[in-house]
């Protein structure tokens, strides 16, 4: 598949942050030509900087929200890979007029910008957020629920933006609903640090990680090289009848976030056998956390050959090599 992309150019969105940076790298190592746009309000420069010397890498600074810096960084490509948003249901809580201003403005000027530049395909971050209130389990990409967050809200809106924009200016789409992914180079810092990152380094400093809960929610995390193995094949597939539709990006199993921090536990001590002992403490839910959720990536695999490779405990044992080595 990388032979239908080896002499095109993809401007990869949020370059900078944890699952854009991861995406830059696998395609500068394939020697295809990146571009980068981030504004580095979550994305970190240090993700990029060992790519800043490559000559098919290049960086734009700029913010989605301004559509003259999308369509300059559309100029001459091929497919986008838009990663740019901001994450996070209790920032949209507590802030729900910025997440929308990222969320929808800026993803609606990157689709006009997209369309204006006659680029082939754009390939979006959808979020299983979208299932909202919806209890069935697994999750199916043609049942939703009722939103629960603002971010939630926003991220349902770039589909139905997407859906438009194809039926109105024939701008081929793919939308990826991300499941908890994780991996290295996600933030452990900050107020809305992912909740794997956020535990790895409380155990490393042997601290108590806190649970939302009594720890029987569950979620299908999701290894980082899974998720650059889906872009990739929504940006090569052949295969009309995949396009134009959303995709569930996850590996297809669920796990309690007890059995997480187990797992934790387990890989970390062998680095240090003393974060055996860190005790787990509890307090209550968070407000807009949904209690389960469980991907079927039937369809992906069906329309897009996916594979995942990953299970949580290979990207557990991944990511917790990764951290060690880099938050020493």
Known sequence: MIEHIQNKTILVTGGAGFIGSNLCEFLLKKNIKVVCLDNFSTGKRKNI?????????????????????????CKNVDYV?????????????????????VNVSGFLNMLVAARDAQVSRFVYAASSS??????????VEEVIGNPLSPYAITKYVNELYADIFKKTYGLDTIGLRYFNVFGKRQDPDGAYAAVIPLFVKQFINHESP?????????????????????NLLAITTNNNAALNTVYNVAYGDRTT?????????????????????????HRENRVGDIPHSLASVDKAKKLLNYNPKFNINDGIKEAVKWYWNNLQ
């Not at 806190?210 to 193995?229: A, E, L, P």
């Open 49 to 73: 900087e060992p790519f800043l010397q490559e000559k098919h890498f290049k960086l734009i600074e700029g913010d989605i929200r301004n559509l003259d810096d999308c369509n300059k960084a």
């Open 81 to 101: 890979l838009h990663q740019a948003a901001l994450g996070s249901v209790p920032r949209s809580i507590k802030d729900p007029i910025t997440t929308n201003d």
């Open 130 to 139: 979208t299932y909202g209130d919806h209890e069935a389990l697994p999750k």
């Open 210 to 230: 806190i649970i939302n809960g009594d720890g029987s929610y569950s979620r299908d995390f999701t290894y980082i090289d899974n998720v650059v193995q889906m």
């Open 257 to 281: 976030l007890l059995e997480l921090t187990t797992l934790l536990k387990e890989h970390l001590s062998n680095f240090d056998d003393s974060i055996k002992n860190v005790e787990i403490k």
